[in-house]
């Protein structure tokens, strides 16, 4: 199998890369607010990433993999522009409903909507019950699942009503909406079939892999340039063999994650959607438990300064623990992997 970047990937990739001088964080203090994130998304929206999985929009083929690219990159420099949330599935989800109206506007930037997950963060909300808008930085909308006469449909309330939650991830903004806020929502879009509603979730659990992935290499590559420059009794700390393994180790798992992670955005859109399922949470579940151990391996590289409030690790750190948790972990995975197994043997 070939695995290698098409050029225009490439051309994708480094071009996001680029803008990570104007969307990286670097310390508490960095995390865009207020006008200056609202540049941040425009930029988002002036790359196209709205438009990557609609082909109706963009003239292309939905492509997982451009996708992951995309939140890979900007995980990397912990951008606080809320592009898996109101980029990626936000979008995904417009583009399951059919809301062509409404995928002009994200496309456009002038509707900011953000997806509500129950409130454990494992998955997208239904209708009469509390949840939280994820990723809601700048929105001024929510995208709701009801059901409606028994058919799956998609619902677009204001935000005006929920309350900012605090959340540990302080790259990102949740926030709390009410039982009964489908009662101001409006119906947008055709009722979303099962199979369709499933690739939905399949794209949520490797959206959020990518990020997983794109924390873990920023962290291996902060903690190897610190190795390379910190000194202790006049020698670097990266000299050290027990620095050397453990950095080594992240790197293996790094890897191993991105491997899930790529073959995962691919399936999306070219297996059925048993096996594409499969895929994104074999994704989610490797790098839920690699993120964990990389980070705080970085933390370890850096000493004591990476857990104050100051550092970016800290930042992190947090960002990855949140990220674990959202779509399931990987207990939830596994459990869910072994289950798919068994009722089919012949599924890979």
Not at 24 to 33: L, M, Q
Not at 156 to 161: E, K, N, T
């Amino acid at each position: 199998m070939d695995i290698a970047f098409s050029d225009e990937q490439q051309l994708l990739q480094d071009t996001v890369a680029r803008m990570g001088a104007d969307l990286a964080v670097t310390g508490p203090e960095t995390i865009a607010t207020g006008s200056r994130l609202d540049a941040q998304w425009q930029q988002v929206v002036e790359l196209g990433v709205p438009m990557l999985r609609s082909p109706g929009l963009c003239g292309l083929e939905a492509s997982g993999v451009e996708t992951a690219i995309v939140i890979e990159q900007l995980a990397r420099i912990l951008s606080a522009a809320p592009v898996f949330g109101q980029g990626v599935l936000a979008a995904e989800l417009l583009e399951a409903a059919g809301a062509v109206k409404e995928q002009e506007l994200v496309a456009a930037g002038s509707l900011r909507a953000a997806p509500v997950l129950d409130t454990d963060l494992g998955g997208l909300a239904g209708v009469d019950q509390p949840g939280v808008a994820f990723d809601a930085a700048g929105a001024t909308h929510a995208l709701l699942m009801v059901q409606e006469s028994g058919q799956r449909r998609l619902a677009c309330a204001p935000l005006h009503r929920a309350a900012d939650a605090a959340a540990l991830d302080l790259t990102r903004v949740f926030r709390y909406m009410p039982a009964d806020s489908a009662l101001s929502s409006s119906i947008v879009g055709f009722p979303i079939d099962d199979e369709r509603w499933r690739r939905v979730e399949s794209l949520a659990m490797t959206a959020a892999a990518a990020d997983l992935v794109g924390v873990m290499q920023g962290a291996l590559d902060d903690a190897v340039r610190y190795a390379a420059e910190r000194t202790q009794f006049s020698v670097k700390i990266g000299s050290f063999q027990a620095i050397q393994h453990m950095l080594a180790d992240a790197l293996v798992r790094v890897e191993g994650a991105r491997s899930c992670l790529w073959y995962a955005a691919w399936a999306i859109d070219h297996l059925p959607v048993d096996e594409a399922r499969l895929a994104a949470m074999t994704a989610k579940a490797y790098a839920s438990a690699a993120g964990r151990d990389v980070v705080e391996t970085s933390v370890q590289v850096f000493g004591g300064i990476a857990i104050t409030w100051e550092h970016v690790s800290h930042l992190r750190l947090r960002r990855t623990l949140l990220n674990r948790r959202l779509f399931g972990d990987e207990s939830v995975h596994y459990e869910g992997i072994a289950a798919m197994r068994l009722a089919n043997r012949d599924m890979v």
